[in-house]
């Protein structure tokens, strides 16, 4: 990794042509860039994406933007928590150097026509019950790509089908950026960090307890010796719905790379969970490996 200058405030670009501009000048220099995505109210999993984006890169570019084209009608973008101040503060705190903070009509403006779909994986799972959405996470994660131009860009593990299908539109489309997955980042109690957890209560958020407890059980069952991922999805079912406070969406257990089911564990296998607590979608998921 180069020496870069010695600015160390972090700088707020809000247009593309900008953006554009300051990459041309470290691209020139040689200096590796990298990109963290986020949809803003940054927790401990975005700021442990950006450190690792330090330690391995010249330039740190911190994407935040609220996509509206992947959130569905009745979803919740219009209540999605947003403070650019907050995140500006925790962003160079992690190390990052550049917020990237466009304006929806910057990404999309009037006439916008064009759209990124990656297909077969995006039916599944979150796809299945957010129709579209992962159209909207390919065509951003896609822009970001052209107008940054990274040469690593890293995501949480918690949404791990979004990174699969990133992973499939890279390798597809020929992009020229790495993609680096990184652990699911959990508070003490377990509760994996979502910034849409600042919209649970606090009797929500002991009840959201109940996703990653049951991961956990599933994983000592699986050291234990289990291999019938049928039995382990039925058990993480049950304890879920001992809380009538949640409606699940979806648990399944699913190859790591096409995310079809599994009934027996064989290598790795993904267990996936979605639910709802009162509006608030939660997701989750653990990896876990036969022997
Ligand atoms: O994971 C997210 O926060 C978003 O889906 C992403 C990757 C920033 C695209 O909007």
Known sequence: MKNRSSENTIKIIKTITEMKEVIKKYKKMNLSIALVPTMGYLHKGHLSLIEKAKENNDVVVVSIFVNPTQFGENEDYGVYPRNLERDSCLSEEAGADYVFKPSVEEIYPKGYNTYVKVEKITDKLCGASRPGHFRGVTTIVNKLFNIIEPNRA????????????????????????????????????GLAMSSRNVNLTKNERQIALVLSKSLFEAKDKVKAGERDLDK????????????????????????????????????????????????????????????
Request: hydrophobic share 50%.
């Open 154 to 189: 890293y995501f949480g593990l918690k949404d791990a089908q979004q990174v699969l299908v990133i992973m499939k539109m890279v390798e597809d489309l020929n992009l020229s950026t790495e993609i680096i997955p990184c652990p699911i980042i959990r508070e003490k109690d």
């Open 232 to 291: 382990i999805v039925s058990n993480i079912k049950a304890n879920i719905h001992n809380e009538p406070e949640i409606t699940i969406d979806y648990v399944e257990a699913v190859n790591m790379l096409n995310l079809e089911r599994i009934k027996l564990l064989e290598g790795k296998v993904l267990i996936a969970i979605a639910v709802k607590i009162a509006k608030v979608r939660l997701i989750d998921n653990i990896i876990l490996e036969g022997n």
